[in-house]
């Protein structure tokens, strides 16, 4: 590994000025960046330690949350207003590693990794998450923002301040993470499920998101208008399987194959089905 100069700035102008004068990676947890520069995958010349910014804390405005840069997986665990406002996105991060390793990790991290297997990075897709860039306090929406595995929109000067993540009261929730271990794993194929059904059973409001089954993670949102006004029953969500089986093209990779996955689809959307219903 060649030699590498670290910079700790105190201020978003000088964390945009290091990074558009040079070949930089930015440091928060570290725990995808330091395995990656091992493998010598990223050889970056400098790293920018994000950390010498003040800290602000997660705040909730609006229906809304907003995640500042370096909060950590286990400080989003720890907080109970969290808990009580996103308890499947608490869930999902409980899936993320080892508690090791959700001490030091970030969500925004993982958003900035635009893995298509990235576990938190599904949750702003069903969210309705938006990314704020500085310094030019761009707002974007995640599905914008990642165009691709290890892709996303930043310029040399911006990076990823905080995230934000819309609540969704009253609904009900489902996610898997589908792999050879549990937490320690990165997934074949995860699912996660947001329904909303009136009092006579119909559907209001759903939203599927898939991951590791395409280069982002993929959200169908024509299917899910298909779905509105419909009653729930597991023919209905053997079609959406279908519909989902259709459109989801995965690839073959030493993890799974790619019939595997598409089988999957269809399988864990039944499941998500029964265990909705409970």
Known sequence: MKNIKYFKPKTIEEISKIKSENDARLLSGGTDLMVKMRAEIFNPEVIIDTKGLEKEEVKFYNGRVRIPINTTYDELIKNEEFNKR????????????????????????????????????????????????????????????????????????????????????????????????????????????????????????????????????????????????????????????????????PITDVRATAEYRKKMVKNLLIKAYYELIK
């Open 86 to 249: 996103f308890p499947m996105i608490v869930e999902i991060i409980k899936k993320i590693g080892s508690p090791q390793i959700r001490n030091r990790a970030t969500p925004i991290g993982n958003i900035a990794n635009a893995s298509p297997a990235g576990d938190f990075l599904l949750s702003m897709y069903l969210f309705d998450g938006n990314v704020e860039i500085k310094p030019s306090n761009k707002i974007m929406k995640i599905s914008h923002f990642v165009t691709g595995p290890g892709k996303i929109k930043l310029k040399n000067d911006e990076f990823i301040y905080s995230i934000e993540l819309k609540e969704m009261e009253g609904y009900k929730y489902y996610y898997e993470k589908v792999g050879k271990r549990n937490a320690m794993n990165i997934s074949i194929i995860s699912i996660g499920v947001l329904l909303k059904t009136d009092n006579d059973g119909k559907i209001e409001d759903i939203k599927v998101a898939y991951g590791s089954v395409g280069p982002t993670v993929e959200r169908f949102e024509e299917i899910e208008e298909k779905m509105k006004g419909k009653k729930v029953s597991k023919e209905l969500f053997e079609e959406m399987g279908e519909e989902y089986m259709k459109v989801i093209n």
